[in-house]
C-alpha cells in the first residue's frame, strides 16, 4: 500500500460556540477521487478551508504526502502541489482567460525570471514558456478558443471549467474541487464529468465536495459523508448509498427545507 496523498487526521475547528469540523479524520488514497459529501452547513467547504490553509485548524493534524502541512501558509501548500476550486467562482473577471491561468502557475514554472533577464531575448522566452502552459490547460478544458476573452464575460459553466485550468496550471498532487457541477445544465456536468474523468486517468488525486449524487457516485473511488462537522460514514459510494445514516441526513435536511418552504 502507497502512502495516502492526504491525511486529515482528528480535525477541528471552532468558530465561537460552533464546532463547523468536528474531530475528522480520513485519508485519499493517492491517485484516488474522494468525495466529500453532506448537507448545507455540514462543514465540507471549512474544511476545504483548513486544508488549503486558509483556516487555522482548533486542533488535528493535516498531511499532504510524506509531509504534514498544519503551520503552512497557504502559498506554501500551492507549492507542494495542493490546488483548489472555490465554491463562490474565484475568477478575475477584467483578466482574459489565459492570464487568470497563469496567475495559477507553480512557483517553479516562474522561478527563471531573474536569472531570465539577465540575457537577452530571455524574458521573451519565458513569457512564452508560460503561456504555453496557460494555453494548454485552456485547451484541456475546452476553453483554448476564448483565451483572449474577458474572464468576466464567460457563462458560469465556462468560469467554472476555467477555474480548474488555473488549479491545473498549479501542477497539483492533489485537486481539491468545491462544488465543480454546481450551476451547470446537464450537458455541461457530463461534459465535466468526462474531463475530470481525464484527469483520473492521468492518476491526479482528486478531492471532491458535490451536492449532485448521480456525479458523485459515478465519478469516486470513495466518499466520506460529514453532518453538523462530524463524519459520519465513509465508504465506496454503494455502501455509502446504502448507509440508513446518511439517508437519513439528506432526508432530514430536505425535510427541513420543505418546512422552510412551506413556512
Ligand atoms: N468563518 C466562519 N465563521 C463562523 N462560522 C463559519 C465560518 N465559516 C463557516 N462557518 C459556519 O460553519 C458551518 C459549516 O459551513 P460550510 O460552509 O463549511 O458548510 P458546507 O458543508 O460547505 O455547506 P454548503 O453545502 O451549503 O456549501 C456553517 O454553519 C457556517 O455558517
Ligand atoms: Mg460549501
Not at 76 to 86: E, N, Y
Not at 87 to 92: A, D, E, G, K, L
Request: charged share 25%; hydrophobic share 45%.
Amino acid at each position: 500500500m502507497s502512502a495516502p496523498m492526504l491525511s486529515i487526521a482528528a480535525l477541528s475547528v471552532r468558530f465561537g460556540g460552533l464546532v463547523a469540523v468536528d474531530d475528522v479524520t480520513f485519508d485519499v488514497a493517492a491517485g484516488s477521487t474522494h468525495g466529500l459529501i453532506g448537507p448545507n452547513g455540514a462543514g465540507k467547504t471549512t474544511m476545504f478551508n483548513l486544508i488549503s490553509g486558509l483556516t487555522p485548524p482548533t486542533s488535528g493534524a493535516i498531511r499532504l504526502a510524506d509531509r504534514e502541512i498544519n503551520d503552512l501558509p497557504s502559498w506554501k501548500r500551492a507549492a507542494l502541489g495542493l490546488s483548489r476550486t472555490f465554491q463562490n467562482i474565484r475568477v478575475f473577471p477584467e483578466m482574459t482567460l489565459a492570464e487568470n491561468v497563469a496567475t495559477g502557475l507553480h512557483p517553479s514554472l516562474v522561478q527563471g525570471f531573474p536569472a531570465i533577464l539577465t540575457r537577452l531575448g530571455g524574458f521573451a522566452a519565458s513569457e512564452r514558456r508560460a503561456r504555453d502552459i496557460a494555453m494548454e490547460q485552456l485547451e484541456f478544458v475546452g476553453l483554448a478558443a476564448k483565451a483572449r476573452q474577458r474572464a468576466g464575460d464567460l457563462p458560469y459553466g465556462d468560469q467554472r471549467r476555467l477555474e480548474i485550468a488555473r488549479a491545473l496550471a498549479n501542477q497539483p498532487r492533489l485537486l481539491m474541487l468545491d462544488e465543480p457541477a454546481a450551476g451547470m445544465n446537464p450537458s455541461e456536468k457530463l461534459e465535466l464529468l468526462g474531463l475530470l474523468e481525464r484527469l483520473k486517468g492521468r492518476g491526479l488525486t482528486m478531492l471532491v465536495v458535490e451536492h449532485d449524487m448521480k456525479f458523485v457516485m459515478r465519478l469516486c473511488d470513495r466518499i466520506s459523508v460529514i453532518n453538523f462537522g462530524r463524519k459520519i460514514a465513509e465508504g465506496a459510494p454503494a455502501e455509502v448509498r446504502a448507509n440508513a445514516d446518511v439517508i437519513e441526513a439528506y432526508l432530514g435536511a430536505k425535510v427541513a427545507r420543505g418546512l422552510e418552504k412551506g413556512a
